[in-house]
C-alpha cells in the first residue's frame, strides 16, 4: 500500500494526466479515433490501479467521447457513474491535474446538455443548476467560466435568446482573464445568436460573423458541425438563405462528430425549403428525423417532425402530418413550458 501511494499511484496520475492533454488534442483536432482510444487506455489504467479518481477522470473523459460520437445514453450512463464517484473533498484538486475543469461541474453541466437533447427538459434545468451551484462553490475561475458557457449553450438549445445573452455577458468578462480564444470565439457566435433570434438581424448577424471568423483563426474543430449549425440557424431566421446553406456545406466536411447531427440535416431541409428547392428539402428533413429517432434525440425529434408536419399541411396532407407529430408530441413528460412543446402543441392544435 505504501508503495503504491508514494511511488506508482504518482506514475499513474502522470500517465494519466498526459493521457487526457492527448485527448484534448485530440478533439480539438477532429481526431475522434484518438480520442476514444485513449478513453480505453484511461479505463484500462483505472482498472488495473483500482483506484477510483482514475477510474473518474476515466468517465471524464469518456462522457465528451461518447456525446461526440454519438451513443447519447452511453455518455449519460458514464456522467452518471462519475458523478457517483466524485467527492469535492477528494476531487477539488483534480482541476489543476487533469482538463483544465472540475470533473464534478462538467458532469452535470455535459449532462444538462445531454438531457436537453434526449427530451429531459427540466432534468436539464436542474443538473445545470447543480453544476453551476457546484462550480460557484468552488475557487477556480476556469471551471465557473465553462459553467457559465455551458449553461449558455443550454439556454441557446431551450431556445431562449435572453438567457443566453445574460449568460454571455457574465462568461465574457471571465473570459477577458481566464479563456482562451476558442471560448471568447463560441461565447461571441453565442451573443450573435442570441441577438437574431428576437429580430436584431443585421446587428446579431455582424457579432455571429465576428465570432465565426475568431473560431476558424483557432483551427479548432471541436463540436464544428454544432457551431456551424448555429450560426446557419441564426442566418435561416435572418432570411440569409445562400450564407446559411454554405455553413451547413462546411458543417458536412467535419466528419466524426455526430452531437446533434440531425439539426444539421433539419436545418438543411429549412433553408432549401425556403429557397423553393421542395424535394430536397423533405430529403433532408427525412433524413432528420431518422437520425435523430436513431440516436433516441427527442427534442431534436420533435424538431424534425414539426418541420415535416408543417410541409404536410402546407401540401393539404393534414392527417399525415398530424399522424406524424402527434406520437413524438405524446412521448414526452415534462418541458411544456419550453418554445418546442409550445409550437409542438399549437401545430397539432391547427392540424385538429
Known amino acids: 500500500m505504501i508503495a503504491y501511494e508514494f511511488v506508482i499511484k504518482p506514475i499513474l496520475v502522470r500517465v494519466c494526466g498526459e493521457s487526457v492533454f492527448g485527448l484534448l488534442v ?38 465528451p467521447t461518447c456525446m461526440v460520437i454519438g451513443p447519447l445514453a452511453e455518455a449519460r450512463h458514464h456522467v452518471a457513474r462519475g458523478l457517483a464517484l466524485y467527492r469535492r473533498d477528494a476531487h477539488g484538486e483534480h482541476a489543476l491535474q487533469y482538463g483544465g475543469h472540475d470533473p464534478g461541474v462538467c458532469g452535470y453541466m455535459i449532462d444538462a446538455l445531454i438531457a436537453s437533447a434526449m427530451g429531459y427538459p427540466d432534468q436539464a434545468v436542474r443538473q445545470m443548476q447543480e453544476g453551476l451551484a457546484l462550480a460557484r462553490d468552488l475557487d477556480h475561475r476556469p471551471t465557473l467560466t465553462h459553467a457559465l458557457w455551458t449553461a449558455a449553450e ?41 441577438g437574431v433570434m428576437p429580430g436584431n438581424n443585421q446587428e446579431g448577424l455582424t457579432v455571429m460573423r465576428e465570432g465565426l471568423a ?84 427527442r427534442l431534436l425529434e420533435l424538431r424534425a417532425a414539426m418541420s415535416m408536419a408543417r410541409l404536410g399541411r402546407d401540401q393539404g396532407k393534414r392527417d399525415d402530418a398530424c399522424d406524424l407529430l402527434a406520437p413524438v408530441y405524446g412521448w414526452f413528460t415534462e418541458g411544456f413550458d419550453t418554445l418546442d412543446l409550445k409550437e409542438a402543441k399549437a401545430l397539432l392544435a391547427t392540424l385538429a
Not at 431562449?160 to 470565439?185: D, M, N, Y
Not at 450560426?231 to 435561416?236: D, G, I, N, P, V
Not at 421542395?278 to 430529403?283: D, G, L, P, S
Request: proline share 2%; charged share 25%.
Open 214 to 297: 475568431a473560431w476558424r483563426e483557432t483551427g479548432s474543430k471541436y463540436h464544428a458541425p454544432y457551431r456551424l449549425a448555429r450560426a446557419a440557424e441564426a442566418h435561416l431566421v435572418a432570411g440569409e438563405l445562400d450564407d446559411g446553406l454554405l455553413l451547413l456545406a462546411e458543417a458536412s466536411g467535419h466528419t466524426g462528430d455526430f452531437w446533434l447531427a440531425p439539426e444539421l440535416r433539419r436545418l438543411n431541409g429549412e433553408l432549401l425549403l425556403q429557397a423553393g428547392r421542395r424535394a430536397e428539402a423533405e430529403e433532408y428533413l427525412a433524413q432528420a428525423l431518422d437520425v435523430a429517432t436513431e440516436q433516441n434525440a
Open 26 to 63: 485530440a478533439f480539438t483536432a477532429g481526431d475522434f479515433a484518438s480520442a476514444k482510444r485513449l478513453v480505453d487506455e484511461l479505463f484500462e489504467m483505472a482498472t488495473t490501479s483500482e483506484d477510483s479518481a482514475l477510474t473518474l477522470q476515466a468517465h471524464h473523459a469518456a462522457w
Open 154 to 194: 443550454l439556454h441557446q438549445m431551450r431556445r431562449e435568446p435572453q438567457k443566453v445573452e445574460e449568460f454571455v455577458s457574465v462568461v465574457l468578462q471571465l473570459l477577458g482573464k481566464h479563456g482562451s480564444a476558442v471560448t471568447v470565439a463560441n461565447a461571441t457566435m453565442l451573443r450573435g445568436w442570441a
